[in-house]
């Protein structure tokens, strides 16, 4: 299996930075896609950034312009760093990761959430 762990996290005033990392292991082969999800209190879970092996990135567009997504491969990290904050960014926010893992001699696809990082930005 592949875990996901994200860290950074914590409370900001309005307009402040945070950066988000999310590290997977495992006995993984490759990583397809890497996203940022969020989850607000009453709401539903929603896309943040999302980015691909091939480069590409998407973004909500409520961040856009204010978030970017990275990737360090060699470290099968994913990072999100957010400038301006808000307080409508107050959420719970998930790494979700995908792509093939080694399961004893199989390789296997793999679809895995972090245990979630709060962000609280007051006003």
């Known amino acids: 299996q592949v875990q996901l762990v994200e860290s950074g996290g914590g409370l900001v005033q309005a307009g402040g930075s945070l950066r988000l990392s999310c590290a997977a292991s495992?006995?993984?082969?490759?990583?397809?896609?890497m996203g940022w999800y969020r989850q607000a209190p009453g709401k539903q879970r929603e896309l943040v950034a999302v980015s691909t092996s091939g480069g590409s990135t998407n973004y909500a567009d409520s961040v856009k312009g204010r978030f970017t997504i990275s990737r360090d491969n060699a470290k099968n990290t994913a990072y999100l760093q957010m400038n301006s904050l808000k307080p409508e960014d107050t959420a719970v926010y998930y790494c979700n990761a995908n792509g093939l893992y080694k399961d004893y001699g199989y390789v296997r696809n793999f679809g895995s959430w972090g245990q979630g990082t709060q962000v609280a930005v007051s006003s």
């Open positions: 495992g006995t993984i082969i490759s990583i397809n896609a």
